[in-house]
């Protein structure tokens, strides 16, 4: 577009997930926007589409940069190995392309950004909480990330956040001057999600549902999505609302886990493990309510995709993300002890993080409070279809502070700023 512009991104690596899925909008935006754009990934692995439309996913694959040979399974020791050499490619891709500015998105990324020898713009994304993130880490890339951030923080131009609750607690733990600072929320193509959610699965499991209430859940089986709080709080569900089921979409290593649990509660016939799907908008638009219960997440991209298909939504107020959208009017500092029907979805308390996944038999001790309270919430929500129809409209309209046009508009703004004058004023 002739903008005088060449811009950089550069991620982990592009294994599925909200950061990844980010990373390659705010790609194809810069490439449709600026003279050049380029994808640098700093390990292999490539799991997902780098567009939807498979021949604009062909224009983008040539302008991807695999910065070594490493892949998502490699080790913290095998990484810092390769450290040296992944920073020479880094600054030998940026000095070939004669990059304006780097966009890097999560923490190696980031961390990559702040320390190399680039002498442009640099622009790091935190698409999670600090804390959260540093907690679940192994020790030694606990320290390391700390280190990093402490120590580089100040060769940043910009540092922008998808939360607002995120960028709070990342100026509490690191030294960075709130003028470099700014939120730029993840966006929602309406239009895609309506498209995608025609495409009806050919799963006998979908089509089964045909006509029943369900609930439904999608993420990654790892301990962080909460799912064994799930299935056991959908225990009490179904005793109140009987028929009811609950379809859980995704797989990962608790599989085996989530199904033992299943079977000790006795609710093989009301949960669902459909497995991974490639496309969720079906299932999510025929639900009942979709709910999260996760312990943290960045942004979560799936309850503003809830939201957009026109389906209610009952989250744990866990940080970052849900409470900003669904409740803006409710102060970030508040503590939740209870379930607030919000202006555009329903909170209940975090999950209080009891480590039930060793446990033989502990899918059979009594809910905790936060299970019964997301419990209720849910079948207060299905036994009253007012106030169904309220989140159907008020949500979708929530839905729309977030389209595609408007956050884009701010990152092309934000990254124009930051070329000007080496960050955003105010």
């Known amino acids: 577009m002739g903008t005088g512009k060449k811009i950089g991104i550069l991620i982990n690596c592009l294994e599925v997930g909200g950061a990844q899925k980010m990373a390659l909008q705010v790609f194809d935006l810069c490439e449709r926007y600026f003279d050049d ?128 609750g995120s960028l709070d607690e990342f100026r509490e733990l690191f030294p960075i001057p709130a003028q470099r600072t700014g939120v730029i929320y993840n966006f929602c193509d309406h239009g895609q999600l309506r498209r995608m959610s025609r495409l009806l699965p050919a799963q006998e499991d979908f089509h089964r549902l045909a006509g029943q209430v369900f609930i439904v859940a999608c993420g990654r089986f790892k301990p962080v999505k909460g799912f064994v709080h799930l299935i056991r709080l959908f225990s009490r569900v179904v005793s109140r609302r009987p028929g009811c089921k609950l379809v859980i979409l995704g797989d990962g290593p608790l599989t085996s886990m989530y199904e033992t649990v299943v079977h ?84 209940t308390p975090e999950m209080q993080k009891i480590d039930r996944e060793h446990q033989d038999g502990a899918a059979l001790e009594p809910l905790d409070t936060s299970e019964i309270i997301m419990a209720d919430a849910l079948v207060t929500l299905l036994n009253t ?20 046009e408007i956050q884009e508009k701010r990152w092309i703004s934000m990254i124009n700023q930051v070329h000007k004058t080496g960050t955003i004023k105010g």
Request: net charge positive.
């Open 385 to 404: 279809p007012e106030m169904t129809r309220n989140y159907r409209h008020q949500g979708y309209k929530r839905s729309l502070d977030f389209k595609r």
């Open 264 to 347: 000790e509660l006795n609710l093989e016939r009301q949960v669902i493990f459909p497995g991974f799907q490639d496309n969720t908008a079906p299932w999510i638009e025929k639900a009942a309510a979709f709910v999260l219960t996760s312990q943290s997440e960045g942004f979560p991209n799936v309850i503003l995709e809830a939201m957009a298909l026109r389906t209610p939504v009952v989250s744990v107020d866990c940080p970052t993300g849900p409470r900003e959208i669904l409740a803006p009017e409710i102060n970030r500092k508040e503590t939740l002890n209870q379930a607030v029907f919000a202006s555009a979805g329903v909170l």
């Open 37 to 164: 754009a380029v994808m640098m990934i700093i390990d292999s692995t490539v799991e997902m589409p780098l567009h939807p439309d498979p021949p604009r996913a062909a224009v983008l694959e040539k302008k991807l940069v695999s910065l070594s040979r490493l892949d998502t399974r490699s080790v913290t020791l095998q990484k810092l190995l390769r450290f040296p050499q992944q920073y020479l490619n880094l600054t030998a891709a940026a000095r070939s392309r004669e990059l304006d500015v780097i966009v890097s998105f999560e923490d190696r990324a980031n961390i990559f950004n702040m320390v190399s020898l680039f002498t442009g713009r640099r622009v790091i994304s935190v698409r999670h909480p600090m804390r959260s993130v540093l907690a679940v880490k192994e020790r030694l890339k606990a320290v390391l990330i700390q280190l990093f951030f402490r120590m580089f923080s100040h060769r940043v131009s910009m540092a922008n956040f998808n939360t607002m």
